[in-house]
Structure formats: structure tokens, C-alpha cells
């Protein structure tokens, strides 16, 4: 509570919002595996100590990482700053380029598609939040594919409903892959 209210107070210099899972979930859940909706908390050989796992149960689909509540809301402070996380994966076969980042406001969708897929070791990912980093209208959504403009990207950074990273890259199934040190709002 005290944090939030801090944020608040220092609203407009942005605050980030940050996950280690040194010791618990923090409430993160899956999307896209089926019934499988609780990642795996490994209390050890994250970079460092805990990190949270899933595994693909579902064949039709690619499952994401789902951030909890505290990365909802207004956020708009954090345009021009950053998204980073780590990522690894146990297999590097069959892969598969997707949608790995994918935020959504009340009435906007966008995605970030990445060039490369993560490592077998941990993969530290970066991406900036303005409109020069790669960021487009999600699929399914008005002008699909296209450029998200910067007054549509403070909008939404005004209101996020969703966060999700990709965590499924493998065409198979049963894959696995493993998130730590999510940080958004990096400078
Ligand atoms: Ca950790
Ligand atoms: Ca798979």
C-alpha cells in the first residue's frame, strides 16, 4: 500500500513495477495452456535464486505469462521507458515466431514481435514502450500490423487491462520455458 501511494505521489516521473519471484508467484497466472492457468514456482536456478516455469499442456495455442494486478492500471508515467525480462527455454527446436509481448488497454491491443526466440540459458529481452521499438496493432484489432502511434501507446499505458509474455516458442508438445526479473518502467 505504502509503495502505491508513493507511486502515486511521484506519478509523474513514472515508478517501475517488478517481479524476482525470489520467493513466491507474485500472482502471476498462464494463458493459452488449457486448464493449466498456475506457472510453476522454482525456488532456485533463476538468474538468480526463484523464477516461475509452465509447460505447454495445450496444443492449439501459445501460452503467455500473465502479469498480476499491480501491472494494471495507469501506468502512462512509463512511456519512453522500458519492458525487461529474462526468458530460457529447454529445447530450441521447431520454432515458432509469435506475439511475445502483448499489452491491452480498454480499447486497444498491441504486440511486440521479437527477432529471435530465447536461448537455452537465460535471455535477457528489452523493449522499449514508444512508438520507434517495434510495437504494432495487434492482430484482429483496427490497422492490424501497423505502427502503434504514440498518442494511441500513452493511451493505453493510461489503462492497462493486460500484460502478457510469450512463453510457449516450441511447435511440439510438452515445452517448457522459465521468466525472471520482469522490470517495467525501466529507465
Ligand atoms: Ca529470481
Ligand atoms: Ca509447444
Redesign the pocket.
Known sequence: MFRSVLCLAIALSGCTTSS???SDDEGWTLFGNGEDTRPELHGSD??????LCGQDSYDLDAWYFVAPPKYRGNHAALYGKRLTFDLKQFSIYNQVKGRDVILEGSSLRIANHFRFTPGLDWTPFSIRLDDQSGWVYDERTANAGLPVAADDFRALLGEITVLKIRGEFVDGPNDRACL??VIFGRD
Open positions: 524476482l519471484f525470489e533463476g538468474y538468480p535464486a526463484g523464477n525472471d526479473n
